[in-house]
C-alpha cells in the first residue's frame, strides 16, 4: 500500500487536493492512504517521534510561519530517500526550493495534468490491478480484487460483494476461491464468509466491521485465531 503524506496549512485547500489526489491515484489502480498534517510542526513530529515513513511527501513552501524549504531540508537528514513534492502558489519559490533537492515543483492552481506528471515521475509505473476471474451469467467477468468487499457461499452458489453495491454470483467453493486470491488479504472468519481485511474497520465479538457500515459474522471456534490474523495484518499496515 501506497503511504502518501500532505502538509498544508490551508485546510479548505487540503481537502480539495485531496479529492483530487484519491481521484488520480484510483484510475492509477493504486491501493494508498492518505495522512494530512497542517503544520510543519505536526510534520516533524510524525516523521521524527512516530516513525511515521511515507513513501511520497507533498509540502506546501509557505506553511504560516514555518518555511517549507527549510523544513524539507530538516526531512531530508531524517529521512534522505523521502521524495518530497514542494507545492506553491507562486513561481518565485521554485529556484531556492531546488536546493532541497526535490522530486517534483507544483504551482497552485494544481491541474490533473500537472498532478499525474509529478505522480508519474515520482511513483512507479502503475500496474494492472489484479482480478479474479469467474462464470457469471454464462459469461467470463473480470473482477477487480481491490473491489471485493468480501464473499460468501451458499451451498455451492458463490456471491462476490462489491464497493460499488455489485454482487456477481458464481459457483464454486469458498476454500477454491480462496486459494485463487493474494495470500494474507482475505480471511476466512466463518465457514460462509471470506472477507477482504482492507475493508474491515474493526473486530468486537463474533463479529467484523466494515467501513462501509456492514457485519461480517465470525464464528466462535475461529474468533481468536480470526482477531489475531486482524490485529498481525493491522500492525503490517504501522509506518
Same mark, same amino acid.
Given at each position: 500500500?501506497?503511504?502518501?503524506?500532505?502538509?498544508?496549512?490551508?485546510?479548505?485547500?487540503?481537502?480539495?487536493?485531496?479529492?483530487?489526489?484519491?481521484?488520480?491515484?484510483?484510475?492509477?489502480?493504486?491501493?494508498?492512504?492518505?495522512?494530512?498534517?497542517? !503544520?510543519?510542526? &505536526? @510534520?516533524?513530529? %510524525? #516523521?521524527?517521534?512516530?516513525?511515521?515513513? =511515507?513513501?511520497?511527501?507533498?509540502?506546501? +513552501?509557505?506553511?504560516?510561519?514555518?518555511?517549507?524549504?527549510?523544513?524539507?531540508?530538516?526531512?531530508?537528514?531524517?529521512?534522505?530517500?523521502?521524495?518530497?513534492?514542494?507545492?506553491?502558489?507562486?513561481?518565485?519559490?521554485?529556484?531556492?526550493?531546488?536546493?532541497?533537492?526535490?522530486?517534483?515543483?507544483?504551482?497552485?492552481?494544481? !491541474?490533473?495534468? &500537472? @498532478?499525474?506528471? %509529478? #505522480?508519474?515521475?515520482?511513483?512507479?509505473? =502503475?500496474?494492472?490491478?489484479?482480478?479474479? +476471474?469467474?462464470?457469471?451469467?454464462?459469461?467470463?467477468?473480470?473482477?477487480?480484487?481491490?473491489?471485493?468487499?468480501?464473499?460468501?457461499?451458499?451451498?455451492?452458489?458463490?456471491?462476490?460483494?462489491?464497493?460499488?453495491?455489485?454482487?456477481?454470483?458464481?459457483?464454486?467453493?469458498?476454500?477454491?476461491?480462496?486459494?485463487?486470491?493474494?495470500?494474507?488479504?482475505? @480471511?476466512?472468519?466463518?465457514?460462509?464468509?471470506?472477507?477482504?481485511?482492507?475493508?474491515?474497520?474493526?473486530?468486537?465479538?463474533?463479529?467484523?466491521?466494515?467501513?462501509?457500515?456492514?457485519?461480517?459474522?465470525?464464528?466462535?471456534?475461529?474468533?481468536?485465531?480470526?482477531?489475531?490474523?486482524?490485529?498481525?495484518?493491522?500492525?503490517?499496515?504501522?509506518?
Amino acid at each position: 500500500m501506497l503511504h502518501i503524506a500532505c502538509c498544508d496549512d490551508d485546510r479548505f485547500w487540503q481537502e480539495q487536493f485531496l479529492r483530487q489526489l484519491d481521484r488520480l491515484l484510483s484510475a492509477r489502480g493504486t491501493t494508498f492512504r492518505i495522512d494530512t498534517y497542517n !503544520s510543519g510542526a &505536526a @510534520l516533524l513530529k %510524525a #516523521l521524527s517521534v512516530l516513525n511515521a515513513q =511515507p513513501d511520497l511527501l507533498f509540502l506546501d +513552501v509557505v506553511l504560516g510561519r514555518d518555511n517549507g524549504i527549510d523544513l524539507a531540508a530538516r526531512l531530508r537528514q531524517l529521512q534522505p530517500e523521502l521524495p518530497v513534492v514542494l507545492i506553491s502558489s507562486s513561481a518565485e519559490y521554485a529556484l531556492p526550493g531546488y536546493t532541497v533537492h526535490p522530486a517534483h515543483y507544483l504551482l497552485k492552481p494544481i !491541474s490533473d495534468q &500537472a @498532478l499525474a506528471e %509529478a #505522480l508519474d515521475f515520482c511513483l512507479p509505473p =502503475p500496474q494492472e490491478a489484479p482480478s479474479v +476471474v469467474i462464470r457469471c451469467k454464462k459469461a467470463e467477468k473480470a473482477v477487480p480484487v481491490s473491489e471485493i468487499l468480501y464473499i460468501e457461499v451458499l451451498d455451492t452458489l458463490l456471491k462476490l460483494h462489491t464497493c460499488s453495491g455489485e454482487v456477481y454470483q458464481t459457483s464454486g467453493h469458498l476454500s477454491q476461491m480462496q486459494q485463487r486470491l493474494p495470500p494474507g488479504q482475505f @480471511l476466512r472468519c466463518h465457514k460462509s464468509y471470506l472477507v477482504n481485511l482492507e475493508y474491515v474497520e474493526g473486530i468486537r465479538r463474533y463479529v467484523l466491521m466494515l467501513r462501509n457500515g456492514q457485519q461480517i459474522p465470525v464464528s466462535k471456534k475461529n474468533y481468536v485465531p480470526v482477531k489475531k490474523d486482524y490485529l498481525r495484518y493491522c500492525s503490517q499496515l504501522q509506518p
